[in-house]
DNA sequence: TTTATTATTTAGATTTGTCTAAATAATATT
DNA sequence: AATATTATTTAGACAAATCTAAATAATAAA
């Protein structure tokens, strides 16, 4: 099956929509891509044609075995490259999505296989996301919740959900990276923020919003 | 100037048939791009508007100045994935050049400064080939001709112009590659035969076509 | 349960890159 | 120089991926 850039990106969006097996809409899957509800529909129908998706017009997208299958595939590749792009050529965390967002479309087995073993065969990314292998196994990731809904006080920065520049970026200048112990000292429901002691630093306050997207585990 | 691929495919191969400052026909350009005439008088159309060719109807195509720098990108691009591909992925010689084509079009200086850094900055690709540096500067290539033309006995293999896999897996089979040493024992005009004796083989015999693909220096 | 709102789809247009077939220009041959 | 051949361009079409505007379905509110 050999995929566009923009099916592969369709596919891949709807595998990150779908969180276990929810039904993705239609505006949520435009959302996302950045482009219009009445371009998603279109798709839709090309990647049902193709078996790569469950849909029935009004009813949302679902992956297909296959589909799952394929963005397993490029979750692969792109989580491989931000290795490769951390790892080896020093880049910083968050400048690395949108260039594996390019390198993660050049569909070629072996180079992705031989980069996986060049890079040590990693099972987690820089943004701590896990790595399928080359089967599109994937290992379950350690337990973990969204800061805002921590209970446990003390924790440990796992993941960000959220790779946009400008939310990486602004971590990095609250000194907030992967592996960062922090505590919890308090969450103001009334304006949606909460405060956070970062480990060998004065504490600060954070919106929900940006809890919402630092994954992180009881310490 | 944000090229599309197609774009940056075209620019690329008219820097390849350009060598010097020929002027490249519209034929040639569909042959090396195995694509038909009238595209290439449309994608000429564009690529003239742009001023990145010098083009006028029916007297062929050359780069212009901005041509000629953002072809010298394209290339220093690829050849240092070439590069990386054989060099840290230990891939083959002649299984690269298809996926430094997609590898090259990641526009990136940052990605490809770091690239060549990473690799030591090479100055010559797997296949002899220079490779330009980050101002699009290119060292000159030592002396060399084709092996067809070669008047020298003793010579040494330094680049291969043609990267079709079917060639290099055939130099491959009969024991040639980058630094191979050998001589000439007979020209055979009446057949365009060549017969040679790569070191440490016994006596081998190629076409003419196949080595005007070779290059070559005196030993 | 009507009505209003929101979500989704359809219809038709646009852009990019390509193609074929026909027309025209340049070059080679007699 | 006239004619044949080859090279190039034009005209018109097509597929992919997108869009806007209008129509329709699903859902929420009154």
Redesign the interface.
Known sequence: MNLSIAEENHIKSIYKLQEGDAVVTTNALAYELDTKPASVTDMAKKLKEKKLIEYEKYKGITLSADGRKAALQIVRRHRLWECF?VD????SWEEVHE?AE??E??R?E??TN??SE?LGNPVIDPHGDPIPDANGKLVKPRPQTSLDQANAKRLVVTAVTDQSTALLAFLNAKGIKLGTQLEIIAHYEYDNSIEIKVKGQSPITISEQVAKNIMVRPL
Chains 1, 2 share one sequence.
């Open positions: 792009l080896k050529l020093l880049f260039l390019e390198l479309h050049v070629s072996k180079l031989r980069l060049f």
